[in-house]
């Protein structure tokens, strides 16, 4: 079945460490795109790729990198930099230009920071 | 990106219907109308989407007003299952290298039994 898995479901990190999170499509999209969720909020972006080896920062980059090697993985990388990184993230595919499909996310890594 | 403006909350009867009312007065000529749902700790789900007519699938009818200022997502027989977070977003389809997903805070749906 095609679709974007997110990994893990959960994770808890010491304050000060970096941590990655992994997104994988097989749906051969070009696009990915990062949010961060908080609770009660809504979703706000972090970064997106159109294509393999460029990425855009979004509303909320600071703190955070990500890599584009390959058209299938989009990891995210939570680093120490990034103030208050206790939240649920997301991860997004699409195929841009494509006006009939839609944007599929994966379920969300939540990552506690204690 | 054009914005989009959504109420906060609303409340449904349950076997009514649900209209779910957004705004997006600055969206430009080739900019979707997309709706989302997000059941509490999931990815948000597909719902449906259009231009400038009107659309319906298996889930959901989407009316947007004539000038394409704003739009109404439409649940006909709702059912607590769709209690969720609902969001309205404008896309642009773009072959280069500009499209990206920005979403608001969305509406928060609470279906009544």
């Known amino acids: 079945d095609g679709g974007i898995t997110q990994s893990p479901k959960y994770l808890f990190r010491k304050e000060g460490q970096n941590v990655t999170l992994s997104c994988e499509q097989n749906?051969?999209?070009?696009?990915m795109y990062w949010y961060r969720q908080d609770p009660g909020q809504g979703l706000r972006l972090i970064y997106y790729?159109?294509?393999?080896?460029?990425?855009q920062k979004g509303d909320i980059a600071e703190g955070y990198s990500v890599s584009r090697e390959k058209k299938e993985s989009f990891p995210l990388t939570v680093t120490s930099a990034q103030k208050n990184p206790t939240a649920f993230y997301l991860c997004?595919?699409?195929?841009?230009?494509?006006?009939?499909?839609?944007?599929?996310f994966g379920q969300g890594t939540r990552l506690t920071v204690v | 990106d054009a914005k989009t403006t959504q109420p906060t909350s609303m409340d449904c009867a349950e076997g009514r219907a649900a209209n779910l009312p957004c705004n997006h007065s600055?969206?430009?000529?080739?900019?979707?109308v997309y709706w989302y749902r997000q059941i509490h700790s999931q990815g948000p789900q597909y719902i449906i989407h259009?231009?400038?007519n009107n659309e319906t699938n298996e889930m959901a009818s989407l009316i947007i007003t004539e000038d394409r200022k704003s739009s109404t997502l439409i649940l006909p027989h709702a059912t607590l299952r769709d209690t969720a977070v609902y969001y309205c977003?404008?896309?642009?389809?773009?072959?280069?290298?500009?499209?990206?997903?920005?979403f608001g805070t969305g509406t928060r749906l609470t279906i009544i039994p």
């Open positions: 997004a595919s699409s195929t841009p230009g494509a006006v009939n499909t839609e944007a599929f």
């Open positions: 790729s159109q294509i393999v080896n460029d990425f």
């Open positions: 977003i404008v896309r642009l389809h773009s072959n280069f290298g500009n499209e990206k997903l920005t």
């Open positions: 259009g231009l400038k």
């Open positions: 749906l051969n999209h070009d696009a």
């Open positions: 600055t969206i430009s000529g080739n900019e979707y």
